[in-house]
């Protein structure tokens, strides 16, 4: 099952997106979701995840207090709600799911989409 991300964009800084992330055909259950950027010429980074089974979410330090994560359990679906957005939140943004405890590795996450892309300028 892939995951794909939605609702990324052009926004001026300062702005707001709300990106979702949803598995493309059936449901399914995992531990831990998590969400993922990649800058042009960078390497891909976490940016934060939320534990499926009681909503405890983890943001980095970087964007924690402009970005929060949360669920809709009926829906199957995870956001990723970032707000006061710079031009350097400029990337590709995806969500994946692991099965492993704390880990932050793009490696030890799975399922991965085609990601959506959000671009924020000055």
């Known amino acids: 099952v892939q995951l794909q991300a939605s609702g990324g964009g052009l926004v001026q800084a300062g702005g707001s997106l709300r990106l979702s992330c949803a598995p493309s055909g059936r449901t399914f259950s995992t531990y831990r979701m998590g969400w993922f950027r990649q800058a042009p010429g960078k390497e891909r980074e976490f940016v934060g995840s939320?534990?499926?089974?009681?909503?405890?979410?983890y943001v980095v330090d970087s964007v924690k207090d402009r970005f929060t994560i949360s669920r809709d359990n009926a829906k199957n679906t995870v956001y990723l709600q970032m707000n006061s957005l710079k031009p350097e939140d400029t990337a590709v943004y995806y969500c994946?799911?692991?099965?492993?405890?704390?880990?932050?590795?793009?490696?030890?996450?799975?399922?991965w989409g085609q990601g959506t892309q959000v671009t924020v300028s000055s």
């Open positions: 994946a799911t692991t099965k492993y405890v704390g880990t932050t590795r793009p490696g030890d996450f799975g399922s």
């Open positions: 939320i534990r499926w089974s009681d909503g405890i979410i």
